[in-house]
């Protein structure tokens, strides 16, 4: 079992910025690809952006490119989501999510039927 516990969201004005962070307990973090997803409400939850479990490779939804930034930490076991340029239609809770590779893989996947573990969530609300 792995645990995971956001912090970081909050209230921020347009064009703020606002880091998610990710903790992770109770397996091998770095066997784990990590992502970020959010869902707003009304909606359905959606992919935001994904890291590999090795050599940190990356991918974000279009649009959040150039303003979302995802790292990992394994000696912290965390995985980060620095926002920057923020939206309204940022507003979400956002979630972590492991997905279970190995610790030599490079794969990041986007659909969140392949994530094992969940955190609770962070709200993020951007003001206008």
């Known amino acids: 079992q792995l645990q995971l516990v956001e912090s970081g969201g909050g209230l921020v004005q347009v064009g703020g910025s606002l880091r998610l962070s990710c903790a992770a307990s109770g397996r091998t973090f770095s066997s784990y690809a990590m992502g970020w997803f959010r869902q707003a409400p009304g909606k359905e939850r959606e992919f935001v952006a994904a890291?590999?479990?090795?050599?940190?490779?990356?991918y974000y939804r279009e649009s959040v490119k150039g303003r979302f930034t995802i790292s990992r930490d394994n000696a912290k076991a965390t995985v980060y989501l620095q926002m920057n340029s923020l939206k309204p239609e940022d507003t979400a809770v956002y979630y972590c999510a492991a997905d279970l590779v190995s610790s030599l893989d490079t794969t990041v996947r986007i659909g969140a039927r392949f994530y094992d573990y969940w955190g609770q969530g962070t709200q993020v609300t951007v003001s206008s």
């Open positions: 890291i590999s479990s090795s050599r940190g490779r990356t």
